[in-house]
DNA sequence: CCGTAAGCACACAGGACGGTGTACTTAGCA
DNA sequence: TGCTAAGTACACCGTCCTGTGTGCTTACGG
């Protein structure tokens, strides 16, 4: 009984304030802001008392760094994962991200908290490189001559239309996809035409 | 006298509090974020009592805003009014940023205030518009096929890198002037080798 | 040299914040 | 049913924050 108080169902021992907690966090830190969310607002959403808040996560930090955790198997594995796509169309598929997502909860941590040995700010870093190697995983599938710089150029192409996105308000993913798109066909040598074909490329 | 007590100089009326206020601004608001970074101790670090601050500036917030309204002339005018480069070099300079600059302010500001319609965040988004427009002036002067696409995706590879670099503590913008370098060859009909030619192009 | 405006020192209000202490109630399982 | 861990209610602490009120000093131009 170690530590499996919170399996999938999260229904044994207790009735899950943890988890409500974390709801709430992912709700108001991605409308308000991670410094302008109170700790009595957010136990107040989650319905739940302030002290329970506090025997579950030591302090602030370590929820926004929980918080952070718990994005991963959503957006990694469901864009990463389509066998249903050619690697080419994966690497696109990355850039079609629904116009509901208001920031790259990443990005928004490591500004907000502005101090990169925060554990929250380190984890985004991990979570930014292991995209970026996902990324590269996939490119090399996809035969690109140099899949990392195609992986770190794709990376950096979705950092961009998140914070333009945010910044000037208006949908900057189209032009990231575009751009991409001229990458990944430069990068890609002409001679093997993958564009639509499901087969894999050997290496 | 109406309202040019500021002068480049500033020595008329007073000693320059206002000056000082906004140098250290810039100085702090960079160093530790503006939500970080409380009046008293900006008022410490300016050498100005927090009446005086007041008297200048309604409030944080206009101070904010015009912290960033002051940053415009170096930037701006630095990268995009040299006429020792050609247009396709002046496009890649703007990629040519010191490894001193922390994270573009106008993108922490939107992000750290974290309300569109506050004034500050309004003037990012304006000065992002800008940037975008000098960009695609450019681009058209390099001779683009479609300058006001590519003056956009430049845009965007100047905010992936700058965020990037933030989250990751590291410089991406070498890999920013890397796409760039191929966007523009893309754009730029072939035929037109204007790469190490000073003159400009007919438009 | 003197008046006026700029600036200063400093205390303080009022609120939000993160975090804690204490005594109580409930849920779930044996 | 009764024990134990999870959760609750709520008052409270110290700190930091933006912003003000008040009375004083200084710089500078006429």
Redesign the interface.
């Known amino acids: 009984m170690t530590e499996l108080e919170k399996g999938p169902k999260g229904r044994r021992r207790g009735r899950g304030a943890r988890e409500r907690i974390l709801g709430a966090s992912r709700q108001l830190f991605r409308e308000?802001?991670i410094?302008?969310t109170g700790m009595d607002q957010l136990c107040a959403a989650a319905q739940v008392s302030k002290r329970t808040a506090y025997q579950h996560f030591t302090g602030k930090d370590e929820l926004v760094t929980e918080y952070l955790r718990r994005f991963d198997p959503a957006v990694l594995s469901g864009v990463f994962d389509r066998t249903d796509l050619t690697p080419r169309e994966r690497l696109l598929a990355a850039f079609d991200i629904p116009p509901s997502t208001p920031?790259c909860p990443?990005?928004?941590a490591?500004?907000?908290l502005?101090d990169?040995q925060h554990p929250a700010s380190q984890y985004?870093?991990d979570y930014?490189?292991a995209v970026a190697a996902r990324l590269t995983d996939t490119a090399r599938e996809a035969g690109a001559a140099d899949p990392e710089?195609l992986g770190?150029?794709l990376?950096?192409?979705?950092?961009?239309?998140?914070?333009?996105t945010?910044?000037?308000?208006d949908d900057?993913f189209p032009?990231?996809a575009?751009?991409a798109a001229?990458?990944i066909d430069?990068a890609v040598p002409a001679t093997a035409g993958d564009d639509r074909r499901g087969e894999e490329v050997p290496r």
Chains 1, 2 share one sequence.
């Open positions: 308000q802001g410094n302008r920031l990443y990005i928004a490591a500004v907000e502005h990169p985004a870093r930014k490189k710089q770190e150029q990376a950096l192409l979705i950092d961009g239309a998140a914070t333009r945010r910044v000037l308000d900057a032009t990231a575009a751009i001229v990458l430069n």
